[in-house]
């Protein structure tokens, strides 16, 4: 009895080890993937799209596909991406405390990225509220404070 309940603890291990090193394969993919359309996004704002405002902001949604490029067969298609990308599947999958401690960084990272959204909430929740021309607008009183 104890060792099938032992047998089912260490399948349970196993099975979160493997969740850990898929998810880390795959978002490390993103990461690699984002950092050069990011480039890509920053040049094309600085210098062809930089008197546009509609076009400057649709840019921004080249990053909305990155995530699922990670599935896609571009990482197993073209041998100049497969060998930037396997290494990150060897490191993975070999040393398996480089999958946890970078899953721990994404979720530490989620974690502040909240607590800044639900203080950045509470910031705007309490300003005051106006009327410009019917538009309704909030008012920072940090902006009428004096040095």
């Known amino acids: ?6 047998w089912r603890v260490t399948a349970a291990v196993i099975l979160l080890e493997d969740f850990n090193t898929y998810f880390a394969i795959l ?3 993103c990461a690699m993937l984002s950092l050069p359309i990011s480039v890509l996004v920053v040049i094309l ?4 799209l ?19 490029m990670g599935k896609l ?41 909240i607590y800044r959204y639900r203080e950045i909430r509470r910031t705007v929740q309490y300003m005051e509220k106006g009327r410009i021309c019917d538009y ?3 008012i920072n009183p940090r902006l009428f404070l004096q040095d």
């Open 1 to 6: 009895m104890i060792q099938q309940m032992w």
């Open 45 to 48: 704002r600085r210098t062809l």
């Open 136 to 138: 309704e607008i909030l």
């Open 73 to 113: 067969n571009l990482f197993y298609d073209h041998r100049l991406i497969y060998s930037l990308s396997i290494w990150w599947n060897d490191i993975c999958m070999i040393y398996r405390p480089v999958g946890y401690g970078y899953m721990l960084c994404v979720l530490v990272y989620g974690g502040y990225m």
């Open 27 to 29: 978002l490390g993919r």
């Open 50 to 68: 930089q008197r546009t405002i509609f076009l400057k902001g649709m840019i921004w949604g080249m990053l909305l596909i990155v995530p699922f």
